[in-house]
T-cell receptor, first 111, second 114 residues
C-alpha cells in the first residue's frame, strides 16, 4: 500500500518567517495530494490541495509544490503568523479511494 | 465549520463496554469515512460508506463496526473496549467518495477507556 513520509515532525519559526513541510509518497498511481491543518481540539481542515497534472498551486500565503518524478510534495507558508500554529498533515490519494496521511508536523510560530 | 457534525464530543467508559459514535455528513455528501487518531499511530483510516453501502475498509478491528443509514448519517460501534482504543475518532464526508475528492472532517469524538 501507499506510504507517506512527512518531515519535520516539529517546526519552530519566528513570526514573519517562512515554513516548509515536506512529504514523500511511494505509490506512483497517486494523483491527489491534500494538506490539512489541525488546531488543538478540532478536526483536520483542508487548507490546500494539488492534483497530479499541476506542479504548483498558491492560495494567498500558502503554496504547494509537487514533483511527480521524485514523488514528493511540499507545503510552503510565507509570512507566518501565530495563528498558523497547528499540526499540519499531508496526504496522498490515488489507486484506492482512501488517502494515506503523513504523521503530521507541529508548527509553532513565535510572536 | 466543515458542516460535518459528530456526537458525542467526549466519551468516558470502562474496558469491556460498548459505545456508539454518531456522524452527520455535510448536506449533499453521500460518502462518509471514519478515522482513528492516536498519538502513536497518527490518523488511521477505518472504513468508508457510500450511500448506505460499505465501499472500503482499512485498519478496522473486528470489534468495531459501522453503518450508514438511509438519511446518510453514520454510526461507528466499538465493542469490548480496551485501554488501547482510547483515541480521537473522526468522521469525514465527501460528495461521492471518488478519487481526488475533498474530504471534510468533523470535530471528532474523544474516547477515553478506563
Amino acid at each position: 500500500g501507499e506510504n507517506v513520509e512527512q518531515h519535520p515532525s516539529t517546526l519552530s519559526v519566528q513570526e514573519g518567517d517562512s515554513a516548509v513541510i515536506k512529504c514523500t509518497y511511494s505509490d506512483s498511481a497517486s494523483n491527489y495530494f491534500p494538506w490539512y491543518k489541525q488546531e488543538l481540539g478540532k478536526g483536520p481542515q483542508l487548507i490546500i490541495d494539488i492534483r497530479s497534472n499541476v506542479g504548483e498551486k498558491k492560495d494567498q500565503r500558502i503554496a504547494v509544490t509537487l514533483n511527480k518524478t521524485a514523488k514528493h510534495f511540499s507545503l510552503h507558508i510565507t509570512e507566518t503568523q501565530p495563528e498558523d500554529s497547528a499540526v499540519y498533515f499531508c496526504a496522498s490519494r490515488g489507486g484506492s479511494y482512501i488517502p494515506t496521511f503523513g504523521r503530521g508536523t507541529s508548527l509553532i510560530v513565535h510572536p | 465549520d466543515s458542516g460535518v457534525t459528530q456526537t458525542p464530543k467526549h466519551l468516558i467508559t470502562a474496558t469491556g463496554q460498548r459505545v456508539t459514535l454518531r456522524c452527520s455528513p455535510r448536506s449533499g455528501d453521500l460518502s462518509v469515512y471514519w478515522y482513528q487518531q492516536s498519538l502513536d499511530q497518527g490518523l488511521q483510516f477505518l472504513i468508508q460508506y457510500y450511500n448506505g453501502e460499505e465501499r472500503a475498509k482499512g485498519n478496522i478491528l473486528e470489534r468495531f463496526s459501522a453503518q450508514q443509514f438511509p438519511d446518510l448519517h453514520s454510526e461507528l460501534n466499538l465493542s469490548s473496549l480496551e485501554l488501547g482504543d482510547s483515541a480521537l475518532y473522526f468522521c469525514a464526508s465527501s460528495v461521492a467518495g471518488g478519487e481526488g475528492e475533498t474530504q471534510y472532517f468533523g470535530p471528532g469524538t474523544r474516547l477515553l477507556v478506563l
